[in-house]
């Protein structure tokens, strides 16, 4: 229990990883993870929130609002670097 909180206290603007079937396709092909993130937060503050939480390098971050109202955030890693790896990390996989 004592894990999991210091997991969300870590996790500032990433709320939960995404786990729709396009997410993991994304996974495979793109080398992308989707995480649902908060309405305030930044392609910059997402991106260091992965790096610095996966000890990976991020190429790209892409954000968009969901007709939900949530906001999504399409992370794309260096190629030195797997998103298969942290997605079964993450229990998506």
Same mark, same amino acid.
């Not at 969300?8 to 997410?23: D, I, R, V």
């Not at 609002?65 to 794309?76: D, L, N, S």
């Not at 790896?85 to 996989?93: E, H, T």
């Given at each position: 229990m004592a894990e999991k909180n210091t997991q969300s206290a870590q996790w500032k603007f990433l709320m939960h990883p995404h786990l729709a079937e396009k997410s993991m396709n994304l996974v495979e092909m793109e080398n992308k993870l989707v995480f649902i993130v908060r309405r305030n937060a930044t392609k910059k503050d997402v991106k260091r929130e992965v790096e610095g939480i996966?000890?990976?390098r991020v190429s790209k971050v892409n954000l968009e609002i969901t007709r939900k109202g949530e906001k999504?955030?399409?992370? =794309? *890693?260096?190629?030195?670097?797997?998103?298969?790896?942290?997605?079964? =990390? *993450?229990?998506?996989?």
């Amino acid at each position: 229990m004592a894990e999991k909180n210091t997991q969300s206290a870590q996790w500032k603007f990433l709320m939960h990883p995404h786990l729709a079937e396009k997410s993991m396709n994304l996974v495979e092909m793109e080398n992308k993870l989707v995480f649902i993130v908060r309405r305030n937060a930044t392609k910059k503050d997402v991106k260091r929130e992965v790096e610095g939480i996966f000890d990976v390098r991020v190429s790209k971050v892409n954000l968009e609002i969901t007709r939900k109202g949530e906001k999504k955030a399409y992370v =794309r *890693l260096h190629p030195d670097y797997s998103a298969a790896d942290i997605a079964s =990390r *993450l229990g998506m996989l």
